[in-house]
């Protein structure tokens, strides 16, 4: 149903595909858009992590009010909060379709952490935003700041597995309509974890804007069909 009210979108793989690995594709917001577009036409079944606002219909209408409905008005208020109250069960029924996993932080962060090794360990890709919530995208079109915790999958998964985690840089590009992926970056197994959470952090922000910022040639209107 979604696919009819939104543009046709495009994966392009600027690597090599992965085979039979759960990997985590690790991606830029691009506001409400990624999230969506990510579950309706990536090619690669996956679990999305979602903040854990979004996944109960007490909280729902309190975070799409902070989140998506900015009144300025008392009238507007209003209205969206009644609005955000409406929509929170259809809201809440499209969500649950992708499987999602709760994203929480503080106490509840390691439940996140080990509901995401599990479902890795059973085949299941995962989809994270890591950029930081309510901050502005940077004006230069850069991909925002990430936040680092989701990192703290990749130790909890080799010590389930023996097995290094490839997180994948994936650009959700608005102006073409294209879901870029590039190549995997992963932890070297033999160095501390946080010796290298900065670097990673740094590395797959850097690959997620080059990814923004690559020209590629636009599908014609045949194509688009």
Known sequence: ????????????????????????????HANTVG????????TRPARPWIIDKMLSV?????????????AKTRVGLVLYAILSV?????????VRCTRPI??????????????SVESLISGDDNVIFPE????EAPPDGSCGELQSGFLHTAPAYFQASGR?????????????????VGAPVKFDDGCAFSE????????????????????????TPAQRK
């Open 196 to 219: 290298q959470k900065a670097h990673i952090t740094h590395r797959l922000r850097a690959d997620i804007t080059a990814l923004m910022r690559m020209y590629l040639v636009p599908l």
């Open 35 to 42: 999230p969506v577009v990510m579950s309706v036409y990536f």
């Open 102 to 115: 709760s994203a929480s932080s503080g106490n509840g962060a390691s439940v996140t952490i080990r509901e």
């Open 58 to 70: 007490r909280t729902m209408p309190a975070y799409l009010r902070s989140d998506f409905f900015h």
């Open 164 to 180: 290094t985690l490839p997180f994948y840089p994936v650009a959700i590009c608005e102006e073409d309509h294209t879901i870029r």
């Open 1 to 28: 149903m979604i696919r009819l009210f939104i543009p046709v979108w495009r994966v392009v793989w600027l690597t090599d595909e992965p085979a039979d690995e759960p990997c985590v594709f690790t991606c830029n």
């Open 132 to 135: 930081y919530p309510g901050k």
């Open 86 to 94: 409406i929509m929170a069960p259809f809201a809440l029924g499209a």
